[in-house]
């Protein structure tokens, strides 16, 4: 039918940081390591203990930006879904792979 399962995990699209050249992965690792302490205990190490400082600084920051890119890309994306349009994928309800609804899901900023 037309409603979702109960036992159907709903998916979620997220705009991350990526540090490709090694000037920005220096960099990141140079920001995750000035952490302050009091920073470390946030709730993105909920997933586990971290191995080192080092480690959860890296946690903590990939998290903050993560949070902001997302918020700031959505916000850019939802200003001009009308031109966006002609780039979605053909949903069809029931029959969409998950990789179309990931794409258009990404080209929608007016909602999750």
């Given at each position: 039918g037309s409603r979702r399962r109960g036992g159907e995990l709903a998916a979620e699209t997220c705009w991350v940081p990526v540090c490709r050249a090694p000037d920005q992965r220096e960099a990141f690792l140079r920001l995750s390591a000035s952490m302050p302490v009091l920073?470390?205990?946030?709730?993105?190490l909920q997933g586990g203990d971290p191995a080192s400082?080092?480690?959860?600084?890296?946690?903590v920051?990939?998290?903050?930006?993560?949070?902001?890119i997302?918020?700031?890309?959505?916000?850019?994306?939802?200003?001009?879904?009308q031109e966006l349009l002609p780039f979605k994928a053909n949903y069809r309800r029931g029959r969409s792979p998950l990789t179309e609804?990931?794409?258009?899901?990404l080209l929608t900023g007016s909602r999750d």
């Open positions: 920073a470390l205990g946030s709730s993105a400082r080092e480690e959860a600084g890296a946690a920051l990939y998290s903050f930006l993560q949070a902001v997302n918020a700031e890309v959505k916000g850019v994306v939802a200003g001009m879904e609804l990931w794409w258009n899901s």
